[in-house]
């Protein structure tokens, strides 16, 4: 089977996660706050993921009041900046200190600078963010019968089949040890999306017959629980995507 690139599944992935909450929770380091805000959030964002997920401000001050709060609803977004956009990319939306996001590239460490306004002064924060590598969740993944090469695939979370021609797939999955499938569903597309629909984990796990449109390429999540180890109950989301 010939493997694809994935700009088109990117956009999608991001829209799903989005509405079942799977998004994996992203996770900054080392903070150094100017002026009245500090930049928080001890979570952990994994390569690949093209969450848009974006730093959250606090009042800088110890024990803020109520007056510190309502300060970081006057701050004005200047501007957002990665030290490496190979590791994570920042991006500006909009003037709101909300309004900016990160979106992690691949494993690595990158300082991000947050320039924003209060009050008619300009402060600086600067962030360092780690990104780490997705989780090797799944053994194998066998395709009506077949071994889908894992080494082949860019990013840990996906895995591409071009030029795919049946109205139905056997998909099964073999997680790796300390993990089990815990939800799966399907997504149908020609343009847009189509047919969603959920999924019994037993599917995957006996390699069930699944019926696609004909026509349509098909999406198929399945999320993995972390059962040992530092994850430990965690969900992570990994995707077969066949394409026609």
Aim: charged content about 25%; overall charge positive.
């Amino acid at each position: 089977m010939q493997l694809i690139k994935r700009t088109r599944l990117l956009s999608l992935f991001v829209a799903v996660l989005f509405a079942f909450g799977y998004i994996a929770s992203f996770t900054t380091a080392s903070n150094a706050a100017s002026g009245p805000l500090k930049a928080v959030q001890a979570e952990t964002i994994y390569e690949g993921n093209t969450n848009l997920s974006g730093l959250v401000f606090e009042p800088s001050k110890a024990n803020p009041t109520e007056k510190d709060w309502n300060k970081v609803q006057k701050c004005v977004l200047v501007s957002v900046k990665s030290s490496n956009n190979k590791v994570v990319k920042a991006k500006k939306l909009g003037s709101d200190m909300g309004e900016q996001c990160l979106e992690p590239v691949k494993a690595g460490k990158a300082k991000i600078t947050i320039k924003y306004k209060y009050s008619g002064k300009k402060y600086t924060i600067t962030k360092t963010v780690k990104v780490k590598k997705y989780p090797d969740a799944i053994e194998s993944i066998t395709l009506n019968g077949k071994s889908v090469n894992l080494k082949k695939q860019k990013y840990r979370f996906n895995y591409d089949v071009e030029k795919y021609k049946k109205t139905s797939a056997k998909v099964k999955i073999k997680p790796a040890s300390g993990w089990e499938i815990s939800g799966a569903y399907i997504y149908s597309r020609k343009g847009k999306l189509d047919n969603n629909k959920d999924l019994k984990p037993s599917v995957f796990k006996k390699g069930s017959s699944i019926s696609i449109k004909k026509g349509y390429d098909a999406y198929m999540f399945i999320i993995l629980v972390c059962t040992s180890g530092v994850n430990e109950g965690d969900n992570f989301t990994y995707i077969v995507g066949l394409y026609r």
